[in-house]
T-cell receptor, first 116, second 117 residues
Framework: KQEVTQIPAALSVPEGENLVLNCSFT??????LQWFRQDPGKGLTSLLL?????REQTSGRLNASLDKSSGRSTLYIAASQPGDSATYLC???????????????FGTGTLLAVQP | DTGVSQDPRHKITKRGQNVTFRCDPI?????LYWYRQTLGQGPEFLTY????????KSRLLSDRFSAERPKGSFSTLEIQRTEQGDSAMYLC???????????????FGPGTRLTVL
């Protein structure tokens, strides 16, 4: 059974700091991994999607890496801003018979607070 | 707005009542998903549709829950005889699946927050 863990559960940093969020998964047979942002009481905003064959993806100040063999992904946020404060969730899709299952399996998230 | 929309955004009901939520996916997305998220947890998969066909249901979806997507466009999720344990955020997502092998990114709506008193 695939389990997704995110460490730390909460993180507080001063504005301008670079930071890394961690995601680990127990079954390396994944199809892809997606990072999301969730503001309090709101839905999920997709940040980055990494295919199982890729090592990293970048979007603006965000960089996500994937090491499938070790079951880990990291989300790097450069020059953090107070507007980055939110919960960050990672989710994996399992590979299945040459394709993928359709459900995302989520971690419990990292609550990030960027202090001005 | 061309994103996923959900209605209502908030619903407060008394235990034992029936509730129905609606999700409108991104236009032309052929897959639609329902997830449930309780406080402090990540979303958990409930069910998904390919066009109008419901192809997978989680064990979380008890017989009090029913989902439909009658014309392959919008979807409804109904909960009968609500219980306090049903209180959660219900999230809908959609994706475009052209063929196997493509990474079909899921786009989420704002969610419906259900409170059962």
């Amino acid at each position: 059974k695939q389990e997704v863990t995110q460490i730390p559960a909460a993180l507080s940093v001063p504005e301008g700091e670079n930071l890394v969020l961690n995601c680990s998964f127990t079954d390396s047979a994944i199809y892809n991994l997606q990072w999301f942002r969730q503001d309090p009481g709101k839905g999920l905003t997709s940040l980055l999607l990494i295919q199982s064959s890729q090592r990293e993806q970048t979007s603006g100040r965000l960089n996500a890496s994937l090491d499938k063999s070790s079951g880990r992904s990291t989300l790097y946020i450069a020059a953090s801003q107070p507007g980055d404060s939110a919960t960050y969730l990672c989710a994996v899709r399992r590979a299945n018979y040459g394709g993928a299952t359709n459900k995302l399996i989520f971690g419990t998230g990292t609550l990030l607070a960027v202090q001005p | 707005d061309t994103g996923v929309s959900q209605d209502p955004r908030h619903k407060i009901t008394k235990r034992g009542q029936n509730v129905t939520f609606r999700c409108d996916p991104i236009s032309e997305h052929n897959r639609l998903y329902w997830y449930r998220q309780t406080l402090g947890q990540g979303p958990e998969f409930l069910t998904y549709f390919q066009n109008e066909a419901q192809l997978e249901k989680s064990r979380l979806l008890s017989d009090r829950f029913s989902a439909e997507r009658p014309k392959g466009s919008f979807s409804t999720l109904e909960i009968q005889r609500t219980e306090q344990g049903d209180s959660a955020m219900y999230l809908c997502a959609s994706s475009l699946n052209l063929r196997q092998g493509l990474a079909n990114e899921q786009f989420f709506g704002p969610g419906t927050r259900l409170t059962v008193l």
